[in-house]
């Protein structure tokens, strides 16, 4: 027996377990479906088909676009903050307030994606596949780095991101260099971290992606001189949109495509783009520095990745 362990906003899945994925998902969506049915007060209805079954789920980007305009009215209260160096009462418990709006229509998105990703994969089945985790495919977990991860919590209840250790010298990420850490880390408020799963453990993505079907290593020697500077070009057609995938933890927004500054990054492409959160004076940041990561990128952009 599998289960689903962790989705990526983008719609991928981690899961546990051999050959029950596409099973899992269709008995997903339908406790998805039953749920929604009994919040419109609608009782034995059958639910397992999802193309048979009309309901209303949250609009995806319309909860994100809410998140969007809190997010600016907090931002010119902030402002008025470092401004005049301190908020009235009535400010202080207006930014509160949307803080706590905010947070609860995180929740919402969250929702709302889940329900997204869950029915598009149980209603196209034939456009995923099953790639399972070792060492030479680690680069199928890089593709994920810096995405919202949806069904993946904390013991203090919030949700949890992917990260893996730093190697400083430069060599090759192992499986067991990848763990689950909460999101409160960014806001000081938890430190709560798990252990990656390495044994028998899969990812179900979809089969229009080229890099994953590739080696760890294919994917390096691949990366040509001019493909390189094919990609780069590409990326800067990019600089300030949004990645709707990738959030920050903290304020819950798009983060945004930046470019270090020219002299800081020697025109090495794996430390010239990351992206960063817009929020007023949040220093929140997402490297990409992995072939994985741009190629990623490209893909949420232009649905076509490095290759």
Partial sequence: MGFIDAI???????????????????????????????????????????NSVNVHF???????????????????????????????????????????????KFEQWQKAKTQEVIIEQAKNPDSYETSFLNNEKVHLLQFQMGQVVLEKRCVCGRPMMLQHRDRKDGSIFLLNDFFWSCVGYYSNQCRGTQRFQTQDIGLLHKTNILELQLSNTELGQSFTRPLIQKTVVRLRQHLGAEDRDVLCPIHHVPMILKEKDKSNHSNVVLDMFHLR????????????KSLAQIAAFLHRKEERGIF
Avoid: W
């Fill in 8 to 50: 990526f906003g983008a719609g991928s899945f981690v899961f546990k377990g051999i050959n029950t994925l596409h099973q899992l998902a269709k008995n997903y969506v339908a406790r998805l479906v039953d749920e929604a049915l009994r919040e419109r007060g609608v009782e034995n209805q059958p639910a397992s088909n999802p």
């Fill in 58 to 104: 949250y609009n995806v980007q319309n909860v994100q676009n809410d998140i969007k305009n809190n997010d600016i009215e907090q931002t010119e209260i902030e402002k008025k903050r470092a401004r005049d160096g301190s908020l009235n009462l009535s400010d202080r418990e207006k930014l509160e307030e949307l803080k706590k709006q905010g947070e609860d």
């Fill in 277 to 288: 959160c817009p929020h007023f004076q949040c220093q929140h940041t997402v490297k990409l």
